[in-house]
């Protein structure tokens, strides 16, 4: 079993990251990956879009990535594309160009993974096509997998989620290089850094618009 830390940092991981739902822990690389995955997921709502871009990009600055690949990702890409690019990101300003193609591999493979836990976490307008059973035609026996599935899935995330921490240190590795893990406190992000504020009204009113 893990900790209580461990929970509340997949909990963070899974979140939307609204106004109201702030993290509570320090945030790093992996709350960036999270937020460039709902800016995917948000693609077709153009203020979320917003929302989300600002969030990653000051997250980015507060890490210090500023010039890095993974920061202009955000600023060049389409939304929705984001995690599709991020295997291109060996090519994109480096100089460990010898390992490249190795390196994309193993980063496509991995955000496969991650998106897919996500997609779990966060199941109830995540899953990507339709409810496994759904094509069932008996009424009884597709409610009966569903609340079978569900229930199972539900109780097994919190030990299943454990992979975006081990998954997130590998990808870290692979984009960022070896280098010190850096973190920094959601207040000191909106301070500093231009972080969406959740006391502005405009921040609020803008997010939850679309909802």
């Known amino acids: 079993m893990h900790n209580r830390i461990e929970?509340?940092?997949?909990?963070?991981?899974?979140?939307t990251y609204g106004p109201d739902e702030l993290p509570r822990l320090s945030m790093d690389f992996g709350?960036?990956?999270?937020?460039?995955?709902r800016i995917d997921r948000h693609a077709a709502e153009p203020l979320k879009v917003k929302y989300y871009?600002?969030?990653a990009l000051a997250l980015a600055a507060g890490l210090g990535l500023?010039?890095?690949s993974i920061f202009r990702l955000v600023e060049v890409t389409p939304p929705g594309e984001l995690y599709k690019q991020l295997p291109n990101?060996?090519?994109?300003?480096?100089?460990?160009?010898?390992?490249?193609?190795d390196r994309k591999t193993a980063i496509a493979q991995l955000i496969v993974l991650r998106a897919d836990v996500l997609r779990i976490g966060t199941y109830q307008d995540q899953?990507?096509?339709s409810w496994p059973g759904s094509g069932i035609v008996d009424t009884e026996l597709r409610e009966r997998v569903f609340a079978i599935l569900f229930t199972a899935l539900q109780g097994q995330f919190s030990s299943f989620g454990r992979l975006l921490l081990v998954v997130d240190i590998v990808l870290s590795d692979l984009l960022l290089g070896i280098q010190p893990a850096k973190e920094i406190k959601v207040h000191q992000l909106i301070t500093d850094?231009?972080?969406?504020?959740?006391?502005?009204s405009k921040v609020r009113w803008e997010y939850y618009s679309s909802e």
């Open 7 to 15: 929970q509340t940092r997949i909990n963070q991981l899974i979140s």
């Open 53 to 55: 871009r600002r969030c």
């Open 127 to 129: 899953w990507p096509v």
């Open 31 to 37: 709350d960036y990956l999270s937020l460039l995955w």
């Open 89 to 101: 990101a060996p090519y994109r300003g480096t100089n460990r160009l010898i390992d490249a193609n």
């Open 193 to 200: 850094y231009g972080y969406p504020d959740p006391a502005d």
């Open 66 to 68: 500023k010039g890095r």
